[in-house]
């Protein structure tokens, strides 16, 4: 598990190899409910697919809330979701810090 501060601004690199159709967009989003309900979005971004490997970047405000949240993830094709996916590892967002144990 990831663990990532509350309002941190982090990117997120996404290796994709998709056909080349012609002009998409993808968008990163976090939820902590299944998918249903988006706690924190990096936008629809534009992509141009080649058909070969090609890294994508996507730049996303971490939720101010606290807690467990998945990676969830839409390639948009012609207005229409064209391909869904999520990682499998999930992001724990803290709201708060512990400093170093002062023992006396």
Known sequence: MK???AGAQKSATLPI???AIGAC???LFLSADGG???A???GKQAFNPTGTAQDVVLIITMPTAGGIYTAYGDVWFGGAI?????DLEELAVLIGTVGPIVWT
């Open 17 to 19: 190899t998709f056909p």
């Open 3 to 5: 663990i990532v501060q």
């Open 36 to 38: 249903n309900t988006k």
């Open 40 to 42: 924190a979005s990096s």
């Open 82 to 86: 064209v391909w869904g996916f999520y």
């Open 25 to 27: 967009q993808i968008e």
